[in-house]
């Protein structure tokens, strides 16, 4: 059984930083490409960041270019998002997500197993 449990959020003031963990179990973690999606409330799921079972190529939306940096540490069956500058319209859950591949992909229907998601606040 997969299981992928994210931790790391909370409520943070603008300007501010976070880092995202999700540890993965059930499958064999590095054989598979990992990715962050976030909803805000009221909207869509969205892709954040996507990484390849290698660590790389890495993907990121434009939104937060140069302020997340995704990272996999497979020893520990982690994934990790660091998020700086954090800005109010970063408010959202934020969800890990195992790909069906090792590539890194934007796209949400190659992505089959998901996390619980996790709480990221942004005050102003």
């Known amino acids: 059984q997969v299981q992928l449990v994210e931790s790391g959020g909370g409520l943070v003031q603008a300007g501010g930083s976070l880092r995202l963990s999700c540890a993965a179990s059930g499958r064999t973690f590095s054989n598979y490409a990992m990715g962050w999606f976030r909803q805000a409330r009221g909207k869509e799921r969205e892709f954040v960041a996507a990484i390849s079972r290698r660590g790389v190529p890495t993907y990121y939306a434009d939104s937060v270019k140069g302020r997340f940096t995704i990272s996999r540490d497979s020893a520990k069956n982690t994934l990790y998002l660091q998020i700086n500058s954090l800005k109010p319209e970063d408010t959202a859950v934020y969800y890990c997500?195992?790909?069906?591949?090792?590539?890194?992909?934007?796209?949400?229907?190659?992505?089959?197993?998901w996390g619980q998601g996790t709480q990221v606040t942004v005050s102003s």
């Open positions: 997500a195992s790909a069906k591949g090792p590539v890194a992909t934007r796209q949400e229907h190659e992505y089959n197993y």
